[in-house]
């Protein structure tokens, strides 16, 4: 299983992004999908998870301005992201599992800095 992660960026604060990942070399739906994100200097934290049944779950601090998805595609998983703070600026990275097995994207960089 493969991820593939886009839509990183340098935003200003205040700004959106929308950050999307396929999973793909599976025949099998993930049953979570996730978001992850690791500031420099700081450890890895879970920002949001979607199971396949689309529960959601997400960190206190982007609840409200962060949105997490999964596509019609149910490997595919988006994080829409607004009213962006410098504090947002951090490598994310995608997740996902399948049972014990987790597999991970390379990451995409978004920065908020004005």
């Known amino acids: 299983v493969q991820l593939q992660a886009s839509g990183g960026g340098s935003v200003q604060p205040g700004g959106s992004l929308r950050l999307s990942c396929v999973a793909s070399?599976?025949?099998?739906?993930?049953?979570?999908m996730a978001w992850y994100r690791q500031a420099p200097g700081k450890q890895r934290e879970q920002v949001a998870v979607?199971?396949?049944?689309?529960?959601?779950n997400y960190a206190s601090s982007v609840v409200g301005r962060f949105t997490i998805s999964r596509g019609n595609s149910k490997n595919t998983v988006y994080l829409n992201m607004n009213n962006l703070k410098p504090e947002d600026t951090a490598v994310f990275y995608c997740?996902?599992?399948?049972?014990?097995?987790?597999?991970w994207g390379q990451g995409t960089q978004v920065t908020v800095s004005s």
């Open positions: 979607i199971s396949s049944g689309g529960n959601t």
């Open positions: 070399g599976s025949v099998f739906i993930m049953n979570y």
């Open positions: 997740n996902a599992a399948r049972f014990d097995i987790a597999y």
